[in-house]
């Protein structure tokens, strides 16, 4: 009996996969949610981003490669001619010619705008230029001031013949400029009582002082002072006198070095602007006053532009 039962073979399918219906819909479900966090992040950079960006993010993923002119005919085995005869094309020359006439656009407006004279913005940053250009001018020319102020006390303490005169001249800053003032003492005089002819002092300070005066640029304004008294000579009044002593000063100068067109006005002042108002007989109120001019920079006719 037991060898007569039959033999049962049992046949196990596998099904791979996982299941009735695969896994197949997982990877398309995965490429669906791909494309759609895609999307909903396109709409969003869409709407976050302004043109200019846009335009950006537009040519960043444009291709780079591809020209978008075409040469010759047009076709695939376009040429390029020599000629401009014919339905073919000039090719890459073209391209250049066109391009060509756009360029000024490039230019920003604000370059356009200075080069504008009439407009706000040119006004306001040539003002502005101009504002930052004297205040430059003034700084470096207040430092030129004080080397030759400090230039011209060595000078003089250099000199033992001109150390006891030392006192006599006077060296300051006024709104006008660099002043340089010669005067008289009791008892020592730059020039003799109602004569225009300056004395030894007087030349020896006056040759000592032009050659650092002739370092600087500036122009010089030359004045003579007296005092109040009346000269002896009724036709030849203090106003000539101070005319004739600030002309000898200047004449001293210009034999020691100093050029003609630096002197800008020699005048003569006479009693008119005491240095002691409330003694002006004072032997101080006698002086020649010599000013190195703080004068505006004249601006080159292209500067601003």
């Known amino acids: 009996m037991a060898g007569n039962q039959p033999v049962v073979i049992k046949k196990v399918k596998k099904v791979s996969g ?12 995965a490429d669906f949610v791909t494309a759609m966090m ?7 950079l869409i709407n976050t981003t302004s043109p200019e960006q846009k335009r950006g993010i537009a040519d960043y993923f444009a291709p780079a490669a591809v020209s978008a ?63 930052s250009l004297n205040a430059a001018l003034a ?3 207040r430092a030129e001031f004080e080397r030759a102020e400090q230039s011209l006390r060595q000078a003089i303490e250099s000199m033992p013949e001109l150390a006891e005169l030392s006192k006599q001249l006077i060296i ?11 005067v008289d003492q009791e008892g020592r005089s730059m020039f003799e009582k109602g004569s225009a002819r300056p004395n030894a002092r007087a030349i020896r300070l006056l040759e000592a002082i032009s050659p650092i005066i002739d370092r600087l640029p500036n122009r010089l304004s030359i004045s003579g002072h007296t005092d109040r008294r009346p000269t002896d000579d009724s ?28 002197f800008a006005r020699v005048s003569g002042k006479a009693g008119s602007e005491p240095l002691y108002a409330d003694d002006p007989d004072l032997p101080g109120n006698r002086r020649i006053s010599i000013v190195l001019l703080r004068e505006a920079p004249v601006l080159p006719p292209e500067h601003g532009l």
């Open 172 to 182: 300051d800053q006024t709104p006008e400029g660099l002043r340089i003032q010669l």
């Open 139 to 141: 700084i470096r020319e």
């Open 69 to 131: 002119s075409t040469s010759g005919t047009g076709g695939v085995l376009g040429g390029t001619a020599i000629s401009t005869e014919g339905s073919r094309s000039q090719g890459s020359k073209s391209i250049i010619e066109q391009l060509s006439p756009e360029s000024p656009r490039t230019i920003s407006r604000d370059r356009q705008e200075i080069r504008d004279q009439n407009t706000p913005v040119a006004r306001m940053k040539l003002d502005v230029t101009e504002e």
């Open 18 to 29: 996982g299941g009735h219906h695969g896994g197949a819909w997982k990877v398309a479900y």
């Open 38 to 44: 895609a999307f909903f992040l396109l709409m969003w």
């Open 235 to 262: 036709n030849y009044s203090n106003w000539e006198l101070s005319s004739d002593r600030a002309n000898a000063a200047r004449r001293i100068m210009s034999e020691n070095g100093v050029l003609a067109d630096r």
